[in-house]
């Protein structure tokens, strides 16, 4: 069974509902789905999962929530060969903040410096406008999942 392993940066949860919404509809899809909220980059990368999907919030002034820190810093120290990797992020923010969803957009960046390439377009969530950032989510995987 393809694996789908999904990494999660939050600071007050909302990220991971999203993670654990989507999370059905990739094992409806056929995937085997971890979900990792307090990640470290061998979660990524021991082996290459055939899918993964970040959910990202971000904090502060553009940075990484604190359960995701130490997995960010070992991909900047140490890099990794993420050739042939496969993903899709999201990235939730507050477009009250110049900083709007710096910590996806700069995961995002890191990704493909190191080699992965990203399926579809990154979603960013706005939660000065979104009630419910989990439909969102959904309503994009959908489409996502279609497109794989
Ligand atoms: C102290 C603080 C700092 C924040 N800084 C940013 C920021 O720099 N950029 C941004 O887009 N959103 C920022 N946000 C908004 C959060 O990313 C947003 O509220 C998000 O929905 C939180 O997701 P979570 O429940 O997964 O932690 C900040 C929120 C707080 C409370």
């Not at 970040?54 to 140490?78: H, M, Y």
């Amino acid at each position: 069974m393809p694996t789908a392993r999904i990494f999660v940066a939050t600071v007050f949860g909302g990220a991971l509902d999203v993670a654990e919404e989507i999370a059905p509809l990739l094992r409806e899809a056929g995937f085997e789905v971890t979900i990792f909220d307090q990640p470290v980059l061998e979660a990524l990368t021991d082996p290459l999962p055939d899918l993964a999907l970040f959910c990202i919030s971000t904090t502060g002034c553009g940075d990484f929530p604190g359960n995701f820190v130490a997995f960010v810093q070992a991909l900047d120290e140490r890099g990794a060969a993420l050739q042939g990797l496969r993903y899709g992020l999201i990235a939730i923010g507050d477009s009250s903040y110049p900083t709007f969803c710096g910590a996806g957009r700069r995961l995002d960046g890191l990704l493909a410096e190191y080699g992965a390439k990203r399926l579809g377009e990154r979603l960013e969530i706005d939660a000065m406008e979104v009630l419910h950032p989990d439909e969102e989510g959904v309503a994009w995987a959908e489409r996502w999942i279609e497109q794989l």
